[in-house]
């Protein structure tokens, strides 16, 4: 049984037998709490002298014979306290130094500056809430192995406190989305999880069963069509915060399981979900970093509204020097991007070729806030046709710290358009492409009773988080991110 602990840990149930011994609970009660370290410090003057009660987590302990100083972190940071024999009692100083650093307790006494200027609890009366029977990562070189802080998430927020920061922050960025949406007339709404169409995104989605029914469902891989049928069923402004699923590759941009805000607008184009883009993103960049000027990967990130416009096509010519306007045909278009070294299929639809010369040369460019306009219909089989040029659509893409952000359309509301484009998307499906379009009839039904103009928008939460927070992978700003299991 003992070759399963480490030496602490021996000793650390060791202690745990002492203070049962003692009559400790080693795992106690509630505590009430007055007061955080942080507001300790921060009100100093108001609370000098006073009394006050705080629960943390013990990170240093430095004892000088019949007295101790102490630091203690709960969620806010970390305030030094101060016990002595003589003020606490022989009994209780003789338990708290059976305490470890990673031990939770609750301590209540008066603030005071020591002699250094530091600010000081000076504790009457303490209570030990549970004893932790790991050691912590040592304190001079704290969790920096990167797998294990994401699979031990909890030991990451303990010792790293950059990283709590950022998930604090994360919160007030999808708190302040809801705000800004609820304040313009926005309605939150939930839909399934469980689909028995995939649909709304090209993207191979997560199989599952459901054994009353008898039936195969996947999970979502967007929340678009029933948010969609919404609007057809008169709700104008509809919204909806929630977790998608994608059965797809891990990078630093992208997880299997991630968050999405998207939003519907009855009586509205692409323009206006610039519009609200633009003014959403830099709102709450403003509220909660208290700037829209951000530090970003090394560079100065400038949020400030109005964010310039580039169509597709102006984009491709600028950074890969194809004038795709002067090339009307994938017969055409294939040979253009293999002389750029791209490997492309004989028979690629052009609309597919171009997006590939995108991705590929233009979007590494794309730093600063921009909205890239008008892609084409073949990647894009959601999204109205322009009337200038049925070839391309009504649809945009936000890019921030070159990443895109944010994905809108003027939506396409013809059923008989709509129609035909899952059957191309069917096509592609039969053709071995399992990220394409399945057919959904009820989908289609919903448009054949009608559907008002309108403005739909797609933002991806935790890359918005990336960009504001200033992390360079989506795994820093998702708690528990897609792992494989250790061995």
């Known amino acids: 049984m003992t070759e399963l602990y480490s030496e602490q840990e021996l000793v650390r149930r060791e202690k745990i037998m002492k203070l049962l011994s003692l009559g400790v609970n080693p795992y106690g009660e509630k505590y009430a709490v007055t007061h955080h370290a942080a507001e300790i410090i921060s009100r100093f003057d108001a609370l000098e002298g006073r009394l006050i009660a705080l629960s943390g987590r013990l990170m240093t302990i430095r004892s000088h014979g019949k007295a101790s100083f102490a630091n203690l972190q709960d969620e806010s940071g970390q305030v030094q ?13 003789g338990i708290f130094e059976l305490l470890d650093i990673g031990d939770l307790l609750g301590v209540s006494g008066e603030v005071f500056r020591t002699r250094r200027g530091e600010v000081t609890v000076s504790v009457k009366k303490w209570s030990l809430l549970a004893k932790a029977l790991r050691p912590l990562p040592e304190k001079w070189h704290g969790l920096t192995n990167v797998d294990l802080r994401y699979r031990q998430r909890y030991l990451d927020l303990i010792v790293n406190p950059e990283v709590r920061k950022v998930f604090i922050l994360r919160s007030k960025i999808v708190q302040g989305i809801r705000d800004y949406l609820n304040n313009r007339g926005f309605l939150e709404v939930e839909t399934p999880v469980m689909h028995t169409l995939a649909g709304g995104a090209s993207a191979r989605p997560f199989a599952t069963y459901h054994n009353a029914l008898d039936m195969g469902l996947y999970l979502r891989i967007a929340t678009e069509l029933h948010l969609k049928r919404l609007i057809v069923g008169g709700l104008e402004k509809v919204y909806e915060m929630g977790r998608i699923f994608r059965n797809e590759g891990i990078s630093t941009k992208h997880n299997p399981e991630f968050t999405s805000v998207e939003i519907y607008q009855a009586n509205a184009d692409y323009e206006d979900m610039m519009v609200l883009t633009e003014e959403l993103v830099s709102s709450v960049a403003f509220s909660v970093c208290g700037s829209m000027q951000l530090d970003c990967q090394g560079q100065t990130l400038d949020l400030t509204p109005p964010w310039p416009r580039l169509t597709m096509l102006e984009a491709v010519k600028k950074f890969a020097g194809i004038d795709f306007r002067e090339i009307g045909t994938a017969a055409e278009a294939v040979p253009a991007a293999r002389q750029k070294g791209l490997t492309v299929k004989d028979g690629t639809p052009r609309g597919e070729v171009i997006n590939e010369i995108f991705e590929e040369f ?39 710290g070159g990443s895109e952000v944010a994905n809108a359309f003027t939506e396409l509301t013809d059923p008989i358009d709509q129609r035909l484009r899952f059957e191309q998307q069917l096509s592609r499906r039969a053709a071995g492409d399992e990220e394409a379009h399945m057919m959904d ?38 708690l528990f991110p897609t792992m494989r299991p250790r061995e």
């Open 441 to 478: 009839e009820d989908f289609l039904q919903a448009l054949e009773y009608g559907m008002p103009p309108t403005g739909g928008l797609g933002i991806g939460v935790d890359r918005l988080v990336m960009m504001l927070t200033d992390s360079s992978s989506i795994r820093d700003v998702i």
């Open 362 to 400: 233009v979007e590494p460019h794309l730093f600063q806030p921009i909205f890239i306009l008008d892609y084409p219909v073949e990647v894009s089989p959601l999204a109205k046709r322009r009337g200038d040029d049925p070839a391309m659509t009504y649809r945009f893409e936000a890019f921030l």
């Open 81 to 93: 306290i101060y016990l002595r024999q003589d003020e606490v009692g022989e009994e209780s100083y």
